[in-house]
T-cell receptor
Framework: GAVVSQHPSWVICKSGTSVKIECRSLDFQATTMFWYRQFPKQSLMLMATSNEGSKATYEQGVEKDKFLINHASLTLSTLTVTSAHPEDSSFYIC????????????FGPGTRLTVL | DAKTTQPTSMDCAEGRAANLPCNHSTISGNEYVYWYRQIHSQGPQYIIHGLKNNETNEMASLIITEDRKSSTLILPHATLRDTAVYYCIVRAAIGNQFYFGTGTSLTVIP
């Protein structure tokens, strides 16, 4: 149990375009999902916390108008990178947590974004 | 911000126990310690977590000191597939976010 998927696993796009990444909890309902970004040879950096049915909470320094997060259902959260630029190229990883605040986070396999 | 300190890298012989230390001297009384590992270009995999008591599951054991300022993850019989970056995380008490530190790159040597 506790499987989280992401789609796509990798994407290449042109500078200026927008890219949507999906995060799904496959066998449980996730009231809270988290989005992380990881640059090569670096650790994961938390970008935002997404609660179902409410606005996401962004970490300091993360542009909410650039990284749009929607958590419309208990099994799906999406991250849209708007007007992507080469510096947005990174490994984007989501995680999902079940109902209780003390529950463990389960991570997706990640999405590799390359902006040309 | 991450509240943990780990050695940058460690080696372990295959079949031997791997002991990965973590310092979390500023941990609060209601904050849990979590361990995850990340194999290259994959999402982190949950290993184990604890609050005060030592914990054991099919993957590993977690030893937390009595003052809770440090902990050790023990992989009892390391295999080549255990080569990964291991992250020790203190889960925030409010909001329950994970702030990852730099982790320990464990290499299991044949």
């Amino acid at each position: 149990g506790a499987v989280v998927s992401q789609h796509p696993s990798w994407v290449i796009c042109k500078s200026g375009t927008s890219v949507k990444i999906e995060c799904r909890s496959l066998d449980f309902q996730a009231t809270t999902m988290f989005w992380y970004r990881q640059f090569p040879k670096q650790s994961l950096m938390l970008m935002a916390t997404s609660n179902e049915g409410s606005k996401a909470t962004y970490e300091q320094g993360v542009e909410k108008d650039k990284f749009l997060i929607n958590h419309a259902s208990l099994t799906l959260s999406t991250l849209t990178v708007t007007s992507a630029h080469p510096e947005d190229s990174s490994f984007y990883i989501c995680s999902a947590r079940r109902g209780q605040s003390t529950d463990t986070q389960y991570f997706g396999p990640g999405t590799r974004l390359t902006v040309l | 911000d991450a509240k943990t300190t780990q050695p940058t890298s460690m080696d372990c012989a295959e079949g031997r126990a791997a002991n990965l230390p973590c310092n979390h001297s500023t941990i609060s009384g209601n904050e849990y310690v979590y361990w995850y590992r990340q194999i290259h270009s994959q999402g982190p995999q949950y290993i184990i977590h604890g609050l005060k008591n030592n914990e054991t599951n099919e993957m590993a054991s977690l030893i937390i000191t009595e003052d809770r300022k440090s902990s050790t993850l023990i992989l009892p019989h390391a295999t080549l597939r255990d080569t990964a970056v291991y992250y020790c995380i203190v889960r925030a008490a409010i909001g329950n976010q994970f702030y990852f530190g730099t982790g320990t790159s464990l290499t299991v040597i044949p």
